[in-house]
Nanobody, 122 residues
Framework: QVPLMESGGGSVQAGGSLRLSCAAS?????MAWFRQPPGKEREGVAS?????????TYAPSVKGRFTISRDSTKQTLYLQMNSLIPEDTAMYYC?????????????????WGQGLQVTVSA
C-alpha cells in the first residue's frame, strides 16, 4: 500500500489556482508539502501538525498565497495554491512523519509520496 499519494497537479496560467491533495494510508502526526523546481534542490513549502492545534509553518515565498490543511480524519492533506506565479513551477511532494520537528527541512520527514507536476505559465 502506497503510504502517501498525491493528486491534483496540472498546468495553470499565472494568477490562477490549484488544489493539491495527498491521501495517506494511515494517520500521521505531522504532514507537509515540498517542491523541487527544475534544476534546483527540494524545498519546503508548508507543514502542519495535528497534535498542536494544527500548527502550521509556511515558506516565505508562499505565505499569504498558499494554505495547508487536513480533513477531519487527518488522513488527507491539502494545499490550496492561489495567485500562482511561474516560479511556483515544480514537482510537488507530500511528506509525513510522527515524531520530531515539523520544520521545512527534508531531513525531518521520513515518508514521501512520489510527487506530481505543477506548471504555471506566464
Amino acid at each position: 500500500q502506497v503510504p502517501l499519494m498525491e493528486s491534483g497537479g496540472g498546468s495553470v496560467q499565472a494568477g490562477g489556482s490549484l488544489r493539491l491533495s495527498c491521501a495517506a494510508s494511515r494517520y500521521y502526526n505531522k504532514m507537509a508539502w515540498f517542491r523541487q523546481p527544475p534544476g534546483k534542490e527540494r524545498e519546503g513549502v508548508a507543514s502542519i501538525v495535528a497534535s498542536r492545534s494544527t500548527l502550521t509553518t509556511y515558506a516565505p515565498s508562499v505565505k499569504g498565497r498558499f494554505t495547508i490543511s487536513r480533513d477531519s480524519t487527518k488522513q488527507t492533506l491539502y494545499l490550496q495554491m492561489n495567485s500562482l506565479i511561474p516560479e511556483d513551477t515544480a514537482m510537488y511532494y507530500c511528506a509525513a512523519g510522527d515524531w520530531g520537528s515539523a520544520d521545512l527541512s527534508p531531513e525531518s520527514w521520513p515518508s514521501w509520496g512520489q510527487g506530481l507536476q505543477v506548471t504555471v505559465s506566464a
